[in-house]
């Protein structure tokens, strides 16, 4: 039995190393022209098939002429990352947002993953920003803290400015603001510049400080120094027994670390960043002024933490609150919702129906081409009930297909919501249900924002569950929106975000600074209201 199960696992092994070497040839050889004219098509049809406002921005004829011009322009055989370079920014044309590419990465055998896992690159250490048309070190999660406020000169000889615009060309934001693209480029460079270069040992990156350039050079380092790689001697060093606990102290201990799990959870904490998705602070003495930063609406036990922080808010008495949502990519439709309730002293509905192009979108979801194997099984046992409840929410109006979610239903606000005064923070980054929320508070005057345009629609946007759809020659993949996800409010013209009453965007200088001009900015009107 014993030699069974080691054939067996010898067997697996050796799939998988040829696996992944199949795939590895099969992105870095050149595809022939026929083919990657194929997978332009099949991309094209596949949002034609399942994405519900494909032509809401760009007109069917413009954008039809945008994929032809693509085929014409491939005459000669091209490998996979080549052919991302070009697809990517044809892509972009259906201005939505969640429609995005992905380009190829070499996968590694379980051999070289185990080894990986026990390094770092240094270079993921550092979070970028792009202002005034430079990219700029915004923060080191890492032990080298003097790069941050530097300016990125060059990667490995290459002009950064280069390279970031041209990332700006392989996304979209939803419609036609471009507040997103330098935002977003500098939240995602290092994703992107992964994307374009591939698998990195050591990166030479050329800052500018002031008026010194230096260079450094970073590089894939084991995650923990060995103990025996320190220079000591342990046979010299006195063992010393760690101190016994009592009952009570073990106690303490047991309901500290529990303590710290759940407020991880509340407040979602961010291992790389040791930080939390949301907070509540309290600005000045007084507690009158209450500071709430989400960072994103995805992870931990929200409704704890608003049921908890607008409880707080009620005690404090508090008059002006502040809501930040600047660089917040967006999540979960049921989080902006429970939110808002605190928000508004009004029922409401939250979303309209969303428009959909299948009375199955979550079946469609779930049996995309790069769903995995396990899944789909899982899956298609539990078709009868996952079809059944996609066929009674899902109805047709207008000889189109609508999903009801139960956000769409009118709502109460919460007992403990919010009355005073209301400040939100918003800028490119504030995209999807980020822009959903702020669609609400704009349209009923609730809050004065302050900021810069969304990168998200004021409109709504093409969310909700998504299909990842490969490519079958050149493996790039493709997520695409499949659920239309608005406000009951418009505004014309459309394709563009929620706009800020008091524009403000940051600069260089005030970052050098420490200068928060946007919050300092609502500070003090605050002061002048009093």
Known sequence: MKKFF???????????????????????????????????????????????????????????????SLKKSINQPLDSKTFYKKLAPVVTNVRQGHVAVSSVSKRFTKKERKALSKKKFEFYDLAFEYLEDKLWVKNSYGKDSTLVGNEVLSLNGESASKLAETYKTRFASDGYNKTLHNRFVGKAFTAYYVRDKGFLDSLQVTFKSKDSVFTKMFKRIPKKEKKDSLAIDTAAVKKVKPKKLTSEEKKEKRLASRKKRKDNKKYGYISKIKDYTRSLDFIGED???AYMKIRAFSNGN???????????????????????????????????????SYLTDKDYQFILESEVNSRIPFMKYLMSNTTPVSLKVVSGLLSPIIITGNLIKTKKKNGKLYYK????????????????????????????????????????KRATFVGEETGGAYNGTVAGVYKVYQL???????????????????????????????????TVKDRRAGVDTELEWILNDIKKQE
């Open 6 to 68: 080691l054939l067996a696992l010898s067997l697996v092994l050796l799939v998988s190393c040829a696996s992944v070497k199949k795939y590895n040839s099969q992105i870095t050889s050149l595809h022939a022209v026929e083919d990657l004219h194929d997978d332009v098509d099949k991309l094209y049809k596949q949002l034609q098939k399942h994405h519900p406002k494909l032509y809401q921005y760009t007109p069917k004829a413009d954008l039809d002429f945008k994929f032809d």
């Open 287 to 289: 507690s009158t002024v």
């Open 302 to 340: 929200y409704k704890k933490f608003y049921k908890e922080s607008f409880a707080k808010i009620d005690s404090a008495k508090t008059t002006n609150f502040i809501l930040d949502l600047r660089d917040n990519g967006g999540g979960r439709i049921a989080e902006i919702e429970n939110l808002y």
């Open 405 to 444: 979610f139960k956000e769409s239903k009118i709502q109460e606000p919460s007992p403990l919501n919010y009355k005073g005064k209301m400040y939100v923070l918003i800028n490119g980054n504030s995209f999807s249900a980020s822009s959903l929320i702020s669609t609400h508070l704009k349209a009923t």
């Open 472 to 506: 079958p020659t050149t493996k790039l993949k493709v997520r695409m929106g499949l659920m239309q996800v608005e406000a009951p409010q418009k505004q014309e013209p459309d394709g563009y975000g929620i706009k800020p009453d008091v524009e403000i965007s940051p």
